[in-house]
């Protein structure tokens, strides 16, 4: 039974709580971006604040009012704050309409 028990906690570990960010979310046209990837309007990539840095490559999921997309981490957004996001046009019109500019979003690491 004890390794039964370092098992689930072992599980425990490497699974974890998520970690929730919060912040808005406004769209760019992606281009050359700072993970050194060229992106188009229809790829599913995000900038993150420039506080965010280090995670190229790395895919995140964002929430916005009951709907939820992934997207791909390749540039960073100098104007960003903490916590917001700057994502591909394809990105934003999966949650909200492109006319809204910028919305409120939750997201996390996945």
């Known amino acids: 039974m004890p390794s039964l028990m370092k098992l689930i ?6 699974v974890g709580p998520a ?10 046209y992606p281009g050359l971006g700072s993970c050194g990837q060229t992106n ?5 990539v995000v900038a993150l604040s420039a506080s965010q ?5 790395k895919s995140i999921r964002i929430h916005y009012k009951g709907k939820t997309t992934t997207a791909k981490v390749v540039d960073k957004c100098p104007g960003c704050a903490s916590g917001s996001i700057d994502v591909s046009p ?5 949650l909200a309409n492109r006319d809204q500019g910028r919305v409120p979003v939750t ?3 996945i």
């Open 19 to 28: 970690i929730a960010f919060s912040g808005d979310m406004t769209w760019y």
């Open 107 to 109: 997201w996390e690491f």
């Open 40 to 44: 188009g309007n229809n790829d599913a």
């Open 9 to 14: 906690i072992a599980l425990g570990l490497a």
């Open 53 to 57: 840095s280090g995670y190229c490559g």
């Open 90 to 94: 394809v990105v934003f019109d999966q």
